[in-house]
């Protein structure tokens, strides 16, 4: 019904910076809030940054100043800039959005497949 599709990993070197974007797809209804997860190996996935719909923001502590998140209501997309990367940012991000669809007419916490973003010299 709805599908998250995340863009922008890959390999960068301490000191880089990237990119993530998001885009959600299907039948939308509307999206409450979105954001970005990651999980490295053994470890929880975690909160990254996450944008509600009128914009407030949260952040982990160990990426604020660092990472941005943004989000266009209009394409229902959601961005993750990232600079000043370190390696123990290394792990897969994740996208997630609350929607609600046109069929099901309730929220529902939908994810995206991941994106490795590895952060090495």
């Known amino acids: 019904q709805v599908q998250l599709v995340e863009s922008g990993g890959g390999l960068v070197q301490p000191g880089g910076s990237l990119r993530l974007s998001c885009a959600a797809s299907g039948r939308i209804f509307s999206i409450n809030s979105m954001g970005w997860y990651r999980q490295s190996p053994g470890k929880e996935r975690d909160l990254v940054a996450r944008?509600?719909?009128?914009?407030?923001?949260n952040y982990a502590d160990s990426v604020k100043e660092r990472f941005t998140i943004s989000r266009d209501n209009n394409k229902n997309t959601v961005d993750l800039q990232m600079n000043s990367l370190k390696p123990e940012d290394t792990a897969v991000y994740y996208c997630n959005a609350d929607i609600k669809t046109m069929a099901l007419g309730y929220f529902y916490m939908y994810w995206g497949q991941g994106t490795q973003v590895t952060v090495s010299s």
């Open positions: 944008i509600t719909s009128d914009g407030r923001l």
